[in-house]
């Protein structure tokens, strides 16, 4: 007997179609806090299945029990996440190259708002989906370009107080609201520092994303990644910097 014997068209497009639905769930996971839940919820179900499989029968007793109720309140917890991905599938999942380098095109903005002293906060996302930040202000979807970062930060509109969220070359949120550092120093620096430097090393602490800092008082640029903020740095080192995320 051949393996694919009674195989047809229809089973092809049965299992085009579940991969075309795996695929689209896992997209629109990845990109929320939804995901981390999703993994730890994959790990339960290796344990329920290990232990059906061994006849561990209390540990398939209370797994048995449990999981209904748990269903129920992932679906309440993340209702928000839940509905925020229904409205993307309908419509549609866009994506614009950016036309040049977006290392080049951050660079060129940081720099000319800095001479400006015009105040920004640029968050670059790593492996960390940043979209649960982004909600409270304006989803974007645009190519990154200088241009476009001087127009949000320079404007009195009601995005510049927020920050943007750039995800590889795309320009994902603007008036993005990060979460704010409570650490508490001795030697008194974050008494001098504001909100936006305390935003970025909220987001650093919680996330690997990198944050750029520009300082409407000073003028100065500083960055905030894994959890630490280097104040007040050169141009080369920012760019450096930059350089570095983009090229893992």
């Known amino acids: 007997m051949f393996p694919f ?18 695929y689209q769930a896992y997209a629109l996971l990845i990109e929320s806090r939804a995901w981390n839940v999703f993994r730890g919820l994959a790990a339960l179900l290796g344990v329920w299945f290990v232990a059906s499989q061994a006849g561990l029968e209390a540990t398939r007793f209370l797994f048995d029990r449990v999981a209904p109720v748990a269903f129920i309140a992932v679906v309440v ?3 928000p996440e839940l509905r925020a991905a229904l409205e993307r599938v309908g419509r549609g999942r866009r994506r614009t190259a950016s036309a040049g380098d977006p ?21 670059l996302q790593g492996t960390t989906p940043l979209a649960e930040y982004g909600r409270a202000g304006r989803e974007l979807g645009a190519p990154v370009s200088a241009a476009l970062l001087h127009t949000i930060f ?7 107080d927020g920050a943007v969220i750039v995800r590889d070359d795309v320009v994902t949120h603007a008036g993005a ?19 936006r430097h305390r935003a970025a090393l909220g987001l650093a602490e919680v ?8 300082s409407e008082e000073r003028g100065t640029v500083s960055v905030a990644h894994q959890g630490e903020l280097r104040i007040d740095i050169a141009p080369a080192d920012v760019l450096a910097t930059l350089q570095e995320v983009y090229a893992q």
């Open 5 to 22: 014997e009674g195989f047809g068209l229809r089973d092809a497009l049965d299992i085009v179609i579940l991969a075309a639905l795996f």
């Open 77 to 79: 917890v993340f209702q």
């Open 103 to 123: 290392v080049q095109e951050i660079m060129t903005a940081v720099r000319d708002l800095a001479q400006q002293r015009i105040g920004a906060l640029i968050a």
């Open 154 to 160: 320079a404007s009195r509109g009601p995005l510049h």
């Open 177 to 195: 609201i990060l979460p704010l550092s409570d650490r508490d120093e001795d030697d008194g620096w974050v008494a001098r520092l504001g909100t």
């Open 207 to 214: 996330s690997d994303a990198l944050v750029v800092v520009i």
